[in-house]
């Protein structure tokens, strides 16, 4: 079990955070191209990135976001809402930093948190604005079967 599915199962409340890295590879990016049909030349060629002003090819940014549903899918976070805000980009290799913070709960579990995904160098590269439902104690006691 890990460990963010451990705090999960003893209860989430404003303020958690959450902690996660990855570095992204080619193979990833072209994986993710086939099953999005995300077939933007950026993505696959040198060239044309460079015309864009990038320094190569970049990974696609809902891959590098997805860094966040890794964060809910440990949680049981039921996303209702999703914003993102792609602030440079990710270049094969680069290991990317998520940090996910619940920023506020209500009534019924409703949720909203924010997520800062930051490269190597501490560059931010993505923020993330969402909302969601947490799960009850119903939920984290099935969760905590599947372990």
Known sequence: MTE??????????????????????????????????????VHYSDDFAMAKNLNGKICHGLLV????????????????????????????????TCEFTITEVEPGNRARAEATLSNQQGEIVIEAWLTGILPGDKEREIMAGLA
């Open 4 to 41: 963010i599915r451990e705090r999960t199962l003893a209860g989430l409340s404003a303020g958690d955070s959450f902690r996660l890295t990855r570095t992204f590879t080619e193979q990833e990016t072209l994986a993710f191209g086939q099953i999005s049909r995300d077939q933007n030349p």
């Open 65 to 96: 976001g997805g860094m966040i549903t890794e964060v809910g899918g440990q949680i049981g976070w039921l996303a209702s809402g999703m914003n993102f805000r792609f602030r440079r980009p990710v270049y094969f290799g680069d290991t990317i």
